[in-house]
Structures are given as structure tokens and as C-alpha cells.
């Protein structure tokens, strides 16, 4: 889930079992029941504490670990701005504008290219 706020800025989270410096984009699971759009609602808010409109389906990857079909979506974050780790999956998550991701400003590395993460990322930064 690539999360803008409709400006230059995106959110990166990273997990605690990460090395320093690296960051991708927020990411959960669809519970039974719940819509893929409403799944991102809630994974947002639980584990940053924002609200978000205007969530956009923006493809899929398969992935083996485990063994998961893997919803790329975004969405724009409104309201009160200001992360807040709530559920205890990330060690921090900030907003980075693009030119310091495109500069690696605080990032050891994003994900892989072979991830949809590193797809959203990507066309997020060359949207702008």
C-alpha cells in the first residue's frame, strides 16, 4: 500500500527485524469477510494511525512466502498527517519526500525489484 499525501511525500514503514535504513511501503492481510480496499483502511490505520480516501487497485503480484497473491494498492492519507505506530509490526515509519528517496536520503536500500513494493514505489516516484 503506497500511502501520499497527495503532494511529494509517501510513507515508508520499516519492520524491526530489518537493518537500519531500510524502508518499503505498509503492507497486510485481507481478513475474511473484508473487501481488499477496506483490508488497506484498516492495515493503514492500525499500523500508523492515519486515514485514507481514495484507495486505488494498482495490480498483483504472486508471492511464495506463503504462498499469498499479493494486492498492490494506493491510496491519499487525510487528516491529521502525523504517523503514529500503533500496533507494534514496525520499529518506525516516516514520510519521504521524492527527491530523498531518490537520493537514498535515510534508506540503506527499498525493496527489491522484483516486488510490487518496489513497482509502486517506482511509479509513484516517476509520477512526479
Avoid at 4 to 9: C, K
Avoid at 28 to 48: I, K, L, Q, T
Amino acid at each position: 500500500m503506497l500511502i501520499h499525501d497527495g503532494g511529494d511525500r509517501c510513507i515508508l514503514g520499516r519492520q524491526a527485524t530489518w537493518p537500519e535504513g531500510r524502508y518499503s511501503i505498509l503492507a497486510g492481510f485481507v481478513e475474511p469477510g473484508e473487501s481488499s480496499e477496506a483490508a488497506v483502511a484498516r492495515e493503514v490505520d492500525e499500523e500508523v494511525g492515519l486515514a485514507i480516501t481514495e484507495v486505488t487497485y494498482a495490480g498483483s503480484q504472486p508471492w511464495p512466502f506463503p504462498a499469498s497473491l499479493m494486492l498492490g494498492y494506493t491510496a491519499l492519507a487525510v487528516g491529521d498527517l502525523t504517523p503514529h505506530l500503533r500496533d507494534g509490526e514496525l520499529a518506525d515509519a516516516r514520510w519521504f519526500t521524492r527527491d530523498e528517496i531518490r537520493a537514498g536520503a535515510g534508506l540503506v536500500r527499498l525493496p527489491p525489484p522484483v516486488s510490487i513494493a518496489h513497482r509502486l514505489i517506482t511509479d509513484w516516484l516517476d509520477a512526479g
